[in-house]
């Protein structure tokens, strides 16, 4: 069974620029959540996909987006990079969209720097 | 207010013994749950146990078990004989009812806990 991966590990780009994370998720799950974790913080919940459609947003403005695609894969798009969006993007995925004790199984996380 | 509260930003200790790390939260919604992960240095955060509100005994996961005190709202995460290799971040995190079926966590802002030889 394959675990929840993520690509790029690592990436830099300059304010302004535009970003694309990539997740795959852990075989037979159909949910992922993105998470944004700063230095020293713990993480913020971005939004959740759920059978390619949005299915929850945390306090994140509008060029923070996703993707779904059908094989349960997902994208983060980032507009307009800020330094403050500098942080470790975690991606989780899960059976469900969301029972109180489901588990969200992580993958290793991208780490965006930007300058 | 913050949802959910970690006041030791970092804790010591000696390999073999056992550690407590402090976590107090606040919901008013009445069904909840509450999780611990680890995160070591690679960065990825790996599950370790869960405690549901309406759950009447304390979970345990091996050497890992939850203090879970309902009316003092904390759920604090026991480990027992700890190891060099339990050297990480620890988070507290909690889902509620109103999040609907977002799945989302709410994390604290974590303890690192660094075991001594």
């Known amino acids: 069974e394959t675990g929840v991966t993520q690509s790029p590990t690592h990436l830099i780009k300059t304010r302004g620029q535009q970003v694309t994370l990539r997740c795959s998720s852990q075989?037979?799950?159909?949910?992922v959540s993105w998470y944004q974790q700063a230095l020293g913080q713990g993480p913020q919940f971005i939004f959740q996909?759920?059978?390619?459609?949005?299915?929850g947003r945390g306090n994140f403005p509008p060029r923070f987006s996703g993707l779904q695609f059908p094989n349960y894969s997902s994208e983060l798009n980032v507009n307009a990079l800020e330094l403050d969006d500098s942080a470790l993007y975690l991606c989780?995925?899960?059976?469900?969209?969301?029972?109180?004790?489901?588990?969200?199984?992580f993958g290793p996380g991208t780490r965006l720097t930007v300058l | 207010a913050q949802k959910i509260t970690q006041t030791q930003p970092g804790m010591f200790v000696q390999e073999k013994e056992a550690v407590t790390l402090d976590c107090t939260y606040d919901?008013?919604?009445?069904?909840?749950?509450l999780f611990w992960y680890k995160q070591p240095s690679s960065g990825e955060m790996i599950f370790l146990i869960y405690?549901?509100?309406?759950?009447?005994q304390n979970a345990t996961e091996g050497r890992y078990s939850l203090n879970f005190q309902k009316a003092r709202k904390s759920a604090n995460l026991v480990i027992s004989a700890s190891q060099l290799g339990d050297s990480a971040m620890y988070f507290c995190?909690?889902?509620?009812?109103?999040?609907?079926?977002?799945?989302?966590?709410?994390f604290g802002q974590g303890t690192t806990l660094q075991v001594k030889p």
């Open positions: 996909y759920y059978r390619e459609e949005e299915n």
């Open positions: 919901t008013s919604d009445p069904s909840y749950g």
């Open positions: 405690q549901g509100s309406y759950d009447q």
């Open positions: 075989s037979g799950h159909n949910t």
């Open positions: 989780a995925s899960s059976t469900t969209s969301g029972g109180i004790g489901d588990e969200q199984f």
């Open positions: 995190a909690m889902r509620e009812m109103s999040s609907g079926n977002t799945g989302k966590l709410i």
